[in-house]
């Protein structure tokens, strides 16, 4: 009888011995479908349990085996990995003209479940302003995603945007400043913009070494003689200085992606050797030749399109009621609404046939560039007009649904691909052991409609779950 007491007691022990030594967690969620972007397997019931900010585990039935401070139960919601806009910008005023608006940038990415950013230069993003931001998300003063950056965007003297959609205001002072700069060498227009005159492929060589070895995740090059209604006489960046950036940059690993708005700079992008281009074109009738295609897909060349944005652009200025709809009602400021809402927005951005068309042109050749195993990632161009910080990521993977890439694919544009392009695969952009706990927790399917991506009931950004309702939108 003492043996059985005995045994039975220490039975007892070694079950009190289990649950005290397992694992320590932060975080556990508990019972949610989890969507894997980068894995064609249906979707499951799986644990998360996170721990100093990344996921430590993931997989069914894990909630019994961690000691977790807190538990979030997901019960009938599903979970995907927090989502990346691979082409933004932020300082630029969009939301009250004239004024920083960078906060307020932040806080909506994360508000809409965007936990990493890639910022690709021109306002408030020179890589002093970066640093600084950074380190006040660091030490919890500011609320925002992962923060990717170019350092600065380069151009050619007398391109777009320098020439085109900066302020008659700013373009004085740019003006004056490249009249009072050495006559070689690159010229920094910083702190007036994040953007860098290049004229040359020593130019380019001397400001790619210069943002490279800060650290910039990507190299930005404006490579455009239009865009279309600004004509088409801006100075257009070379092959040989596109190839100079690549070059420059390759020690660092950071991609050279293109500003382009034509196939001949699209050709031009091929031939320098760049990673990629951050908007999509298209021929102005029919589409993209075959071998065009085929050698973007050969070359690994990646595409972020903007493609809601050209269709935005029509979209909110045929129907500027939509500006006062959920969920853009609850977060856009008095200032901003009446701007988007000005009758020469319809004039200059509402639709016709040809831009219709032109969209149309668009899905094909994302269809068959999805196909042919072309690699597509989400990006917005947010600091533009109707590109609402955050939202606009939500309408940019649902064009690619309306192209014909499957709910699972789009979602991949936003998550693993992205990560991907700079080689930070590793680190984020997936629901794995290892990786940042970089989530969002919706209510609805994504996978059953990809609309339901904002049916967001949780954001969690490095393992944390993010008071949304505290967050600066406005
Ligand atoms: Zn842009």
């Not at 249906?42 to 585990?57: F, L, M, S, T």
């Not at 906060?103 to 993003?125: K, P």
């Not at 392009?421 to 059953?448: H, S, T």
Request: hydrophobic letters at 40%.
């Amino acid at each position: 009888m003492r043996l059985f007491i005995l045994t039975a007691l220490m039975l007892l022990a070694a079950c009190d011995d289990v649950a005290e030594t397992g694992e320590d967690a932060d975080l556990l969620i508990t019972g949610g479908v989890v969507i894997h972007p980068d894995r064609k397997t249906a979707p499951r019931i799986e644990d998360i349990v996170i721990a100093n900010g990344k996921i430590i585990a993931a997989g069914p039935d894990l909630d019994d085996r961690y000691n977790a401070k807190k538990i979030y139960d997901a019960q009938g919601r599903y979970i995907i990995p927090g989502l990346a806009d691979m082409h933004s910008h932020f300082g630029n005023g969009i939301l009250a003209s004239g004024e920083d608006d960078t906060t307020e940038v932040l806080g909506r990415h994360l508000f809409f479940g965007n936990t990493t950013i890639l910022n690709l230069g021109s306002s408030q993003a020179w890589p002093d302003r970066i640093d600084d931001l950074r380190a006040r998300m660091n030490a919890g003063e500011l609320s925002g995603p992962r923060l990717l950056a170019v350092g600065s965007l380069m151009t050619m003297t007398g391109s777009h945007p320098t020439t085109t959609i900066y302020s008659a205001e700013l373009q004085d002072k740019i003006a004056e400043i490249v009249a009072q700069a050495p006559e070689d060498g690159p010229i920094d227009l910083a702190p007036l913009r994040a953007t860098t005159l290049v004229d040359t492929p020593d130019d380019v060589r001397t400001e790619v070494a210069r943002v490279a070895a800060w650290g910039a995740d990507a190299i930005k090059l404006t490579v455009e003689s239009g865009p279309s209604k600004f004509g088409d006489n801006h100075p257009q960046m070379t092959p040989a200085m596109i190839a100079a950036a690549v070059e420059m940059a390759a020690p660092y690993e950071s991609p050279v992606l293109c500003h382009i708005s034509s196939l001949d700079e699209l050709e031009a992008c091929l031939t320098g050797g760049a990673a990629g281009v951050v908007h999509v074109v298209t021929p102005e009738e029919g589409e993209l030749p075959d071998d065009l295609e085929q050698r973007m897909v050969d070359e690994g060349f990646i595409v972020i399109p903007t493609a809601a944005m050209f269709e935005g652009w029509a979209k909110y200025a045929d129907n500027m009621d939509l500006l006062s709809e959920p969920p853009l009602d609850a977060v856009l400021s008095e200032s901003e609404r009446g701007w988007l809402s000005a009758p020469v927005m319809k004039e200059m951005f509402g639709s016709t046939p040809e831009w219709n068309a032109t969209l149309d042109r668009v899905r094909t050749h994302l269809k068959k560039f999805n196909d042919l195993g072309g690699v597509i990632i989400a990006g917005t161009d947010t600091g533009n007009p109707y590109r609402f910080a955050g939202y606009a990521l939500h309408e940019e993977i649902a064009f690619y649904v309306s192209a014909g890439l499957s709910e699972r694919e789009a979602l991949a544009t936003a998550t693993t691909n992205a990560a991907r392009l700079v080689g930070e695969e590793g680190e984020w952009g997936a629901i794995k052991p290892g990786l940042v706990a970089d989530l969002v927790v919706l209510e609805k399917n994504p996978l059953d409609d990809i609309a339901n991506t904002l049916s967001i009931i949780e954001v969690v950004r490095n393992g944390r779950i993010v008071d949304r309702t505290s967050l600066p939108l406005n």
